[in-house]
């Protein structure tokens, strides 16, 4: 699967937008983009998934470049809650696509 | 609907003990997952299982630690003669199959602590 590049840590403010970015330059055609994000003390939780089009659901939005080199994962409305690892992992379509490889993820800390 | 269960959520041992670690899956859902993450670490896979068969452990060590999922009952992973090294928290994760539109949803982990 190909490897994923994540800023450290970002801050937000509680009520604003929360971009956080995500570099997979080396995925390949029929790899999707995850998003997991875990709470302290938590187990990981599934937030999104996509391949090329963007996507929305209840929790946030993914949005894939043309060249599906980045992603963005967006929560509209930061609250304190959010504040979490998250994580942006590539998944490939196939039996190797069972693990998920988790690396060192975005620490999001939503302020008020 | 309940999540994945993991139990105990605490767990102590002593060195050279055994650990048994339980993970009940979403309802359903014929595929767990197995994880570890150490301290300030992200997870790192250790096995994949479908009902009584193991089907990729990759990331199990060698020496030590086992994994099954019966036909009736949770999953278990097995530690003996645990170390200091394997402190940490475990991890299990289910889906109902393996097709890319069906996530893993993990379960709040077993914190091992080997005194």
């Known amino acids: 699967d190909a490897k994923t590049t994540q800023p450290p840590s970002m801050d937000c403010a509680e009520g604003r937008a929360a971009n956080l970015p995500c570099n997979h330059s080396t995925i390949s055609g029929n790899e999707y983009v995850y998003w997991y994000r875990q709470i302290h003390s938590q187990g990981p939780q599934y937030i999104i998934h996509g391949l090329k089009n963007n996507e929305t659901n209840e929790m946030a939005s993914l949005i894939i470049t043309e060249d599906r080199k980045s992603s963005t994962l967006i929560l509209p409305h930061a609250t304190l809650r959010d504040t979490a690892v998250y994580y942006c992992i590539v998944r490939g379509d196939n039996n190797a696509g069972n693990m998920l490889t988790f690396g060192g993820g975005t620490r999001l800390m939503v302020k008020p | 609907n309940a999540g994945v269960m993991q139990n105990p959520r605490h767990l102590v041992r002593r060195r050279g003990q055994e650990a048994r670690l339980r993970c009940s899956p979403v309802?359903?859902?014929?595929?767990v997952y197995w994880y570890r993450q150490l301290p300030e670490e992200g997870l790192k896979f250790m096995v994949y299982?479908?009902?009584?068969?193991?089907?990729?452990e990759s990331g199990m060590p060698k020496e030590r630690f086992s994994a099954e999922f019966p036909k009736e009952g949770p999953s278990i992973l097995r530690i003996q003669q645990v170390v200091r090294g394997d402190s940490a928290a475990y991890f299990c994760a289910s889906s109902p199959g393996t097709g890319v539109h069906q996530p893993q949803h993990f379960g709040d982990g077993t914190r091992l602590s080997i005194l």
């Open positions: 309802k359903g859902h014929s595929h």
């Open positions: 299982l479908q009902k009584e068969n193991i089907i990729d």
